[in-house]
């Protein structure tokens, strides 16, 4: 049951990834690498014998995915701010005083 609500969650990572407008269009390609060499019919090791033609079939697909979720999750973090522009000065400012609630301040009516 745990491993069917894993996989669950990555086929919904991967829908997200795939929607995601940060994600670069190179990236998004992976996953369909992976399933075209998955059905292709000529791979790197032929399904005859069955056991490394087949384990060429999953290591080539995992690795696919794997990269792909990596690049992803990247390109689709937060960014940190940028620096400031020239002449700009980064500070942090507080309030001393609260504004003047008599009505008398630099906002009042004459």
Known sequence: MRA???LFGQLAALVYFMFHRQVPMWVKQLPW?????????RDLFF????LPGLLDDALIGFLLLKAFFWLARRAARPQRPQDPPDGAVPADFRVIAPPDQSGGGRDAAP
């Open 4 to 6: 069917l609500l894993y």
């Open 33 to 41: 690498a992976a399933f075209v060499y998955l059905v292709w019919p």
């Open 47 to 50: 399904d005859f014998p069955p």
